[in-house]
């Protein structure tokens, strides 16, 4: 009976340790806010879905001059220093702040320049305002020229999702290629 007891105790002790983390970015343990939306094929991508899996979320649009093709060069060079099997359990979602000129043909595109695995996402406006509302993902429409059209001011933090579901590490888009892979490599351990 003491046997049994103490190897029960043993198990609960194991179970309830929480997972240590050594980040370079922003460490945060709360739960990542569910959302459902459409991916650049048309398909749904839930997050809860995507439990097991390291989710790399980053809000921007496909007509971004500056930071968001910076960001997602910078997370397809990270991603390709993981180990194959490392690589193999990460998912980084691009969700689009202007869904009136980013539908999914338009994601599709954009992404596959970066990575061809990377998840361009878009919905309603009405799908989409509680996802830039659970991750304070602030951006404004702003008057463009006749060249470039409208431009998007948005923010530029990167979220690292870990396997368990929980926003782990935020990042932003002038962190070093260094700081993004260890953290990529930490979470996917």
Not at 17 to 43: E, H, I
Not at 60 to 80: E, K, M, N, R
Not at 126 to 136: G, W
Request: aromatic share 10%; charged share 20%.
């Amino acid at each position: 009976m003491r046997i049994c007891a103490i190897g029960a105790l043993a198990l609960l002790t194991a179970c309830s340790a929480a997972r240590q983390y050594s980040l370079a970015g922003n460490a945060v343990d709360m739960p990542a806010s569910d959302f459902t939306l459409t991916d650049q094929d048309g398909k749904h991508f839930t997050l809860s879905q995507q439990r097991g899996k390291e989710v790399i979320l980053f809000f921007g649009y496909t007509h971004c001059p500056d930071v968001c093709p910076t960001t997602l060069a910078a997370l397809a060079a990270a991603l390709q220093k993981l180990a194959p099997e490392q690589r193999a359990r990460v998912r980084v979602a691009f969700v689009t702040v202007d869904p009136q000129r980013d539908d999914a043909a338009t994601l599709r595109r954009y992404v596959r320049i970066f990575n061809p695995t990377f998840y361009g996402l878009t919905g309603t406006e009405a799908q989409l305002d509680p996802v830039y509302a659970a991750y304070h993902a602030w951006h404004q429409k702003l008057p463009g020229s006749p060249a470039t059209g409208y431009l998007v001011a948005h923010g530029s933090t990167i979220y690292f999702i870990a396997p368990d579901g929980r926003l782990r590490v935020l990042h932003d888009w002038h962190d070093s290629l260094r700081s993004l892979t260890h953290d990529m490599k930490e979470l996917t351990k």
